[in-house]
């Protein structure tokens, strides 16, 4: 009976049931939206953080760079003419440590050792300046400090970097290239900004390649200066072969060439010295006490954590970011609260113009409790109806999201916080660079999301029904035949 008498009242009543199932839809379809495009920006930041340093990387350890002295910063290129001819065709090259000051290899192993720290690793963050060209005898000064990155480096937007000079004392016609090469600890893969990169094509280091002339090349600058896997590339007239060519998950590459640690110690005159350690804690929940360990223990050093990071990350996407968990989601529980109410009220006023019919039901027999659950029945019905009518324009919504994939923007390290592999260093001794990266916006849907609508469609039918079943608990056969006169 209640079935029969539920389908037969819900087929009369469509048009009414369709309007608290359409209150309902909106308001569950919005919480979907929100939730996916949210979720969607938590991972657009996982992306861009983790494009910055490395997967698996849970904080840095640098040492900041000192001020510069007077035309400090400036390296010199010495050219001379051979013999009497007036134009020589002439090659220079400088190694420069990039980013902050050098920490003592000793400090990878010690950081190590504090508590919480499950691994740590060193890197080398190295900028390499050459000037090719013809000279007349005279000395070549760069002017505005050394570049700031390749076309896929730290500091870099794209081109290769010129940076402008002058020959004293002579005349020239030369180029200067600048690229960014970065020291990795071949026998500790798993931590470092290669990390954040994948093996395209040949292979990544071997461990026993510590002391090698191997170098793996980012895809951009390979593609920029013609290399491949066999082919060499010299580095301040060390010829290396390139064994494997990487490209970054998301951004920028972290620097141009990789080459062993060692190596590239021996050619920026920094023996047993670092630039960056990196580290993993054994216990994400406790990076904090992990970061405060550090510090303490090892002086001199600036720790850097994804959430510092994360601070310094501005743009459309933070902003949207901000919307979406704020506003976004106080909007949905605006819309959702509005829904639930008009399910309420137009439930309740449904009932009110069914005061003859449950007043002569209740006449013939039919108790208060039998009404009620009739009356939250249908109101139950329409709350799952709404439920799936949410659901479906929530998954169109995110579909929608997702198949546009709008561009959001993320300007990084313009506070000067930087990680690792020099992507935010400005040179060496220099500033934090600000640079942007695209990240494309997506909205997936997960399970826990549809759990939750369907969650919210049955707690809008019993809201609805709690309001129409108090209305009819509280009438009275007499209602009946007072609605008949």
Do not use: C
């Not at 050219?79 to 003592?104: C, E, P």
């Not at 630039?275 to 990076?287: L, M």
Request: net charge positive; proline share 3%.
């Amino acid at each position: 009976m209640f079935f029969t008498y539920l389908r037969r009242e819900l087929r009369r009543r469509r048009k009414a049931a369709l309007v608290v199932a359409s209150g309902l839809a909106l308001g569950i379809a919005l919480v979907i939206i929100v939730s996916s495009v949210s979720s969607g920006m938590s991972k657009a930041q996982d992306k861009v953080l983790e494009s910055l340093y490395g997967l698996g990387t849970d904080m840095t350890v640098t040492k900041a760079a000192a001020a510069p002295g007077s035309g400090s910063g400036r390296p010199k290129f010495e050219f001379d003419a051979k013999g009497n001819d007036d134009d020589s065709n002439q090659s220079s090259d400088r190694v420069l440590v990039q980013g902050f000051q050098t920490l003592a290899s000793s400090t990878v192993d010690t950081i190590g050792k504090q508590d919480g720290v499950a691994d740590a690793v060193g890197g080398l963050s190295l900028n390499v300046m050459k000037v090719d060209g013809q000279f007349k005898r005279g000395e070549f000064r760069q002017e505005g400090g050394p570049a700031q990155g390749g076309p896929s480096g730290p500091g870099g937007e794209g081109g290769s970097t010129q940076p402008q000079g002058e020959v004293r004392g002579g005349g020239a016609s030369f180029d200067v290239n600048s690229y960014t090469v970065y020291g990795t600890d071949v026998t500790e893969q798993a931590l470092g900004p290669l990390t954040s990169s994948k093996i395209t094509k040949g292979r990544t280091f071997k461990a026993s390649e510590t002391d090698a002339e191997v170098a793996v090349v980012d895809s951009a600058y390979a593609k920029e200066k013609k290399l491949a896997v066999g082919k060499t590339v010299t580095i301040h007239g060390t010829e290396f072969t390139i064994v494997g060519v990487s490209t970054a998950d998301s951004g920028d590459a972290p620097a141009n060439l990789y080459i062993p640690l060692k190596q590239a110690q021996t050619l920026a005159d920094s023996k047993n010295k670092v630039t960056t350690v990196y580290v993993k804690a054994s216990d994400s929940q406790q990076i904090d006490h992990v970061k405060s360990t550090i510090q303490k223990n090892v002086s001199g050093t600036t720790v850097t954590t994804s959430a510092d990071l994360a601070d310094t990350v501005s743009g459309s996407l933070s902003t949207a970011s901000d919307l979406a968990s704020g506003v976004g989601k106080w909007l949905s529980i605006a819309v959702l609260t509005a829904a639930f109410l008009v399910a309420g009220l137009l439930t309740s006023s449904a009932v009110s113009r069914r005061v003859r019919e449950f007043g002569t039901l209740k006449a013939l027999g039919w108790k208060s409790g039998r009404v009620t659950r009739q009356v939250v029945g249908e109101a139950l019905v329409n709350g799952l109806l709404g439920g799936v009518l949410g659901i479906a324009v929530g998954l169109a919504g995110a579909y929608v999201v997702t198949a546009v994939s709008p561009t959001l923007t993320a300007e990084l390290g313009s506070s000067g916080v930087g990680m690792g592999g020099g992507r935010f260093m400005g040179g060496p001794g220099g500033p934090s660079a600000s640079r942007t990266l695209d990240v494309a916006l997506t909205a997936p849907v997960s399970l826990s999301t549809i759990l939750i609508a369907v969650a919210l469609a049955v707690a809008g039918g019993l809201i609805a029904g709690a309001f129409g079943g108090w209305r009819a608990s509280r009438l009275r056969p007499a209602d009946a035949l007072r609605r008949v006169e």
